[in-house]
């Protein structure tokens, strides 16, 4: 239906999109977990496990911020477009700038989040434990 096509909706489904990434990487780290870690062996607990688990813990930053600023940039677009009365309509290239925009700005604040967490050495014997 054309009336579900413009750029709005773009930024919308975006918008749904973003908190299912972080989501998606939990769950399959939970069926790691489930179905990998009957035993505790130094096959199954290495830098693997440590990397997805930072991977999984710097993800949820960006993908929360850029959901919310894409409600930002979308009440922008709309106040924008009702207040010229018709005159200035979005285009689908400015919802896809903007939104790529919103998701680099996301992602470059929260570098710092990714630069302070460290893989550390541990003994197997203090992992097992946990």
Do not use: H
Not at 2 to 25: G, S, Y
Not at 46 to 66: D, G, M, Q, V
Not at 67 to 74: E, F, G, H
């Amino acid at each position: 239906r054309k009336e579900l096509r413009n750029p709005f909706n773009v930024i919308l489904a975006l918008m749904c999109l973003d908190p299912v990434v972080p989501l998606i990487i939990r769950i399959s780290m939970g069926y790691r977990n489930l179905w990998m870690m009957t035993e505790c062996s130094k096959d199954m607990v290495n830098y693997s496990l440590a990397l997805f688990t930072i991977i999984e813990f710097c993800s949820w930053a960006p993908f929360r911020a850029t959901y919310t600023w894409l409600a930002v940039v979308l009440t922008v677009m709309r106040f924008r477009a009702l207040r010229s009365k018709g005159k200035w309509q979005a285009s689908y290239a400015f919802a896809i700038v903007s939104s790529s925009a919103v998701a680099l700005l996301a992602v470059a604040s929260s570098v710092p989040m990714f630069s302070i967490n460290v893989i550390g050495e541990a003994s197997l014997g203090a992992v097992c434990e946990r």
